[in-house]
């Protein structure tokens, strides 16, 4: 089922305008990457790591209820922040950034789904090129992303600021209303967390 679900996000990705995206169309590591709509009630910000099979899973599994509940029905917006806990994790990160706007939440699915794959591999990067190919980012994009100082660094300040301003030590972790919450949330930790600010 893995590949299927790899083929079907790929053909989404492919249908989308061809990359012209160098390093310099990669997006800025400051920019918040977010789903659901801007003027939402609540705004949830999710700290995830690429390589981290509880990100994967809440993802996988918790977020499609999630998403279905409150974000498609614009109760919810969900801000995405890296938290790179290793050097793959980190590296997936640039090349979801690498990919461009509408191209940065398919690859965190395909990253995530894949997970497995990629970052226990001899070779993550090589792994990572791999899925940049099938999702359109060239080989000289994507080491030209990996190479990007900015980009690179930019992504351990997420972490370092949700370090210092959410004492985020662990992924994924959920910053509502001001309040931390650490570990995947189901739909029922999530309902309880959000649905009292949307009284």
């Given at each position: 089922a893995g590949m299927?679900?790899?083929s079907a996000l790929f053909a989404?990705?492919?249908?989308?305008?061809?990359?012209?995206?160098?390093?310099?169309?990669?997006l800025p590591a400051d920019q918040d990457m977010a789903i659901g709509d801007?003027?939402?009630?609540?705004?949830?910000?999710?700290y995830a790591s690429m390589t981290c099979p509880h990100c994967a899973h809440f993802h996988d599994t918790y977020l499609p209820d999630i998403k279905k509940k409150y974000?498609?029905?614009?109760k919810v917006r969900l801000v995405f922040r890296e938290f790179p806990l290793d050097r793959a994790a980190w590296m997936a990160s640039i090349l979801a950034r690498c990919s461009g706007e509408d191209r940065f939440f398919p690859y965190i699915d395909i990253l995530f789904t894949q997970q497995?794959?990629?970052?226990?591999?001899?070779?993550?990067?090589?792994?990572?090129?791999?899925?940049?190919r099938m999702g359109g980012?060239?080989?000289k994009d994507f080491n030209a992303c990996m190479s990007d100082k900015t980009l690179g660094d930019g992504i351990l300040q997420t972490r370092k600021?949700?370090?210092?301003?959410?004492e985020i030590n662990s992924t994924p972790s959920f910053v509502i209303d001001g309040k931390t919450?650490?570990?995947?949330m189901d739909i029922e930790a999530f309902s309880k967390a959000v649905e009292p600010l949307l009284k």
């Open positions: 299927t679900a790899l989404l990705l492919l249908g989308l305008s061809p990359v012209t995206a160098t390093a310099g169309g990669a801007p003027k939402a009630p609540v705004t949830v910000i999710e974000i498609d029905t614009g497995a794959v990629w970052s226990r591999a001899k070779d993550p990067k090589a792994e990572l090129l791999k899925l940049a980012v060239s080989d600021d949700g370090q210092d301003k959410h919450h650490a570990g995947a």
